[in-house]
C-alpha cells in the first residue's frame, strides 16, 4: 500500500492469497442458523475469504517520529498521546488547536506506552509566534485484508490474522474505531521471487460492511453485516491437532466477488508457541502462480482448510519466494476477545 499502511515489510512479509476453483455457495436457511453451533465439544462458524479495504482511526495519535535526530523528549515513537494539560486528544488536529491557547513552553503530555499511562512534561518548541511538540504523528490509517470467518455464536468476524501496525513504527496501532468496505475495483501486482506482489483498488467508502475496534497480534475481530456471512456452508473448526502435511487449500475473493480457492501444500507445523507463522504453506496450484504470482501482501487472513475444517489464516509470503508462506492457528484467531 501507498502512504499510510497497514503491512509490514520484514523478511517475512504481512499478505494473503487467491484461488482458482469456485467454492460452492449454499445459502443457509433459518432453521440451521438457529441450531447451537457447539455440539460435542465441536464449533461451527461460516469460512469467509473476503478482501475488505480497512480504515480506522488510532486512540489519540501515534508518534511515528521527531521533526530533527537531535529531538530530545520522554516521548517515543510508537507512543499513543491521549491528553495534553487533561485536554483529550483525538486527532492532529486537537493538538494544533490546543498550542495555540498554551501561553507556557511546557506542558504536560499523557501518553500510553506498553499498555501504560504515562505522564511527560514536554518543553515545545518555537517556531516565530507558533509551538510545536517537534513530533511527527498519525491519527489515521488504511489498508486492505482478508476476512477469515464469522462466527455465528458470537456474531462477530475475525480477520487478517496478524495485528495491524504502523507501516514506520512496527508497533500494534491501538485502534479507537476501524470499519470495513467491499471492494469496487480489485487490482494485482503480480509478486515474483524478487519482489513481493500486492492487492489494490477502490472500495465502497459510503457503506461500510463492518466495523471493529480490537485489534491484536492476532488479527482483528468486530461487527459484520454483509449478507456473505450466510453464503458458505458452516464448516468445522479444526485444533492444531487436526492439521496434517500435505493438501490443503485457501479460500479468497476473486475480482468478480466470488469466493474461489487455490491448492497449497503444508510443508511443516510449529506447535507448542504463540506466534503467526505456526504453518508452512507452498502454493501448488499454476492457476494461482499465473494469476497472482503466489502469495501476495493483501492477503493476509484468507481461511486454510483441510479435511473440511478451517484450520488456519495465511499471514506471511517469504520475500525472496512468492510461492511459500506461513500461517495461524485458527485456534488463534478463536480466542481473539470479542470486543
Known amino acids: 500500500m501507498k502512504g499510510k499502511k497497514i503491512i509490514v515489510s520484514l523478511i517475512l512479509i504481512s499478505c494473503f492469497i487467491s484461488f482458482g476453483y469456485y467454492y460452492k455457495r449454499v445459502y443457509l436457511s433459518n432453521s440451521i442458523e438457529a441450531i447451537n453451533m457447539r455440539t460435542e465439544n465441536k464449533k461451527y462458524v461460516y469460512p469467509l475469504g473476503e478482501i475488505v479495504g480497512i480504515k480506522a482511526t488510532t486512540d489519540g495519535v501515534l508518534v511515528i517520529g521527531y521533526e530533527d535526530i537531535e529531538y530530545i523528549g520522554g516521548i517515543e515513537k510508537g507512543d499513543n498521546i491521549i491528553a495534553i494539560n487533561d485536554i483529550k486528544i483525538e486527532n492532529v488536529q486537537d493538538i494544533s488547536r490546543i498550542l495555540e491557547d498554551i501561553n507556557k513552553d511546557e506542558i504536560k503530555v499523557t501518553l500510553i506506552r506498553d499498555e501504560k499511562f504515562i505522564d511527560e512534561n514536554i ?195 517469504i520475500k525472496d519466494n512468492s510461492k511459500k508462506g506461513y500461517g495461524i492457528f485458527i485456534d488463534e484467531m478463536i480466542k481473539l476477545e470479542n470486543k
Open 123 to 317: 518543553k515545545l518548541k518555537k517556531d516565530g509566534e507558533n509551538k510545536r511538540l517537534g513530533l511527527w504523528v498519525r491519527d489515521k490509517i488504511s489498508g486492505i485484508g482478508t476476512l477469515t470467518f464469522y462466527d455465528p455464536q458470537e456474531s462477530v468476524f475475525k480477520g487478517i490474522g496478524h495485528a495491524i501496525t504502523d507501516s514506520d513504527t512496527n508497533e500494534l496501532l491501538k485502534i479507537k474505531q476501524g470499519y470495513i468496505y467491499e471492494p469496487k475495483n480489485l487490482n494485482i501486482e503480480k509478486g515474483t521471487n524478487k519482489k513481493s506482489g500486492y492487492l489494490y483498488g477502490d472500495f465502497d467508502l459510503k457503506n461500510p460492511i463492518g466495523e471493529f475496534k480490537y485489534n491484536s497480534n492476532f488479527g482483528i475481530t468486530g461487527i459484520y453485516n454483509s449478507e456473505k456471512k450466510k453464503s458458505t456452508q458452516l464448516m468445522e473448526v479444526g485444533s492444531e491437532k487436526d492439521i496434517k502435511l500435505g493438501k490443503a487449500y485457501i479460500l479468497l475473493e476473486d475480482q468478480n466477488q466470488n469466493i474461489v480457492s487455490y491448492d497449497v501444500n503444508i510443508n511443516d507445523i510449529s506447535t507448542g508457541k504463540q506466534s503467526t507463522r505456526q504453518i508452512s504453506i507452498e502454493v501448488t496450484d499454476d492457476r494461482l502462480i499465473n494469476y497472482t504470482g503466489g502469495i501476495i501482501q493483501g492477503m493476509s487472513g484468507a481461511p486454510i482448510i483441510q479435511n473440511n475444517k478451517i484450520i488456519g489464516a495465511v499471514t506471511h509470503v
